[in-house]
């Protein structure tokens, strides 16, 4: 028999910076690098286009957004819960 393989699926944290599209937010997500030569951090920024089923998240919530499978062009990601 088959069975089901879990699949560890890749999570980020962040903050939701737009909520205008119908059932779709805007999320931002911060990270922190280094830079080699002379050793300083600074913050990279990415926003990712994020599914919301309910429209239950508004801008300034911190949320928790999981890889999915492609939901559109630009969707790849699900919010999963509020932080």
């Known amino acids: ?3 089901a393989k879990q699949v ?3 999570r980020l944290s962040g903050a939701v910076v737009s909520d205008k599209m119908d059932k779709t937010v805007v999320v931002k997500v911060d990270r922190k690098a280094t830079y080699r030569k002379y ?3 600074y913050v990279v920024s990415k926003r990712y286009k994020c599914h919301d089923e309910n ?3 508004k801008v ?3 949320v928790t957004i ?3 499978r492609p939901i ?3 969707k790849k990601w699900r919010v999963i819960s509020k932080l």
Request: net charge neutral; charged share 50%; aromatic share 4%.
């Open 8 to 10: 560890n699926k890749r």
């Open 72 to 74: 559109s062009k630009d």
């Open 60 to 62: 300034g919530d911190l």
């Open 39 to 41: 050793d300083k951090k």
């Open 1 to 3: 028999m088959s069975e």
């Open 66 to 68: 999981e890889a999915c």
């Open 55 to 57: 429209n239950q998240y």
